[in-house]
């Protein structure tokens, strides 16, 4: 068992933003189509997070061309670049499924207002800005590192 969460404790990833259910985010997610790499921004409302530890989840429901989408994240995922808080949702619950049957403005969730709210917010997406940017950093040094071996 101890080796297990060990193993776990190894995966996680160092820094998460800090959203709950109910906001806003996107979800900056890395998609490698052949050879290529693309960065796709996923924006929509988080239903729900599940489990915990290396396993963590949430899934995140938007509207495209009329029809609802839901699609879950790993939080712990190495292709998940960054997640960024669009609006804080004042919520009740922590399962947010009753929003599938709901339409039009019912659909809607109340914003979390107040100065600390949005400084938190600018705190958190600054934050995670610079842990993607230096994960990009530390992926290029890695590669440009493989590159002057291969070449000696």
Excluded: W
């Excluded at 958190?124 to 890695?142: T, Y």
């Amino acid at each position: 068992m101890d080796l297990i969460k060990a193993i776990e404790e190894g995966q996680k990833r160092a820094f998460t933003t800090q959203f709950k259910v109910g906001d806003t985010v996107k979800v900056y997610f890395k998609i490698i189509e052949g050879k290529t790499e693309r960065i796709q921004v996923y924006e929509g409302i988080v239903l729900c997070i599940k489990n915990a530890g290396a396993r963590k989840t949430f899934t995140v429901r938007k509207e495209s061309y009329g029809v609802g989408v839901e699609r879950v994240f790993p939080v712990n995922s190495p292709r998940i670049v960054k997640v960024e808080i669009v609006r804080a949702g004042k919520v009740r619950r922590s399962k947010l499924y009753y929003l599938r049957d709901k339409i039009g403005k019912d659909k809607k969730v109340k914003e979390l207002l107040g100065g600390k709210v949005s400084n938190f917010i600018n705190e958190q997406n600054k934050a995670a800005e610079a842990a993607a940017h230096a994960q990009e950093e530390a992926i290029k040094a890695e590669k440009s590192a493989e590159h002057t071996t291969a070449q000696a």
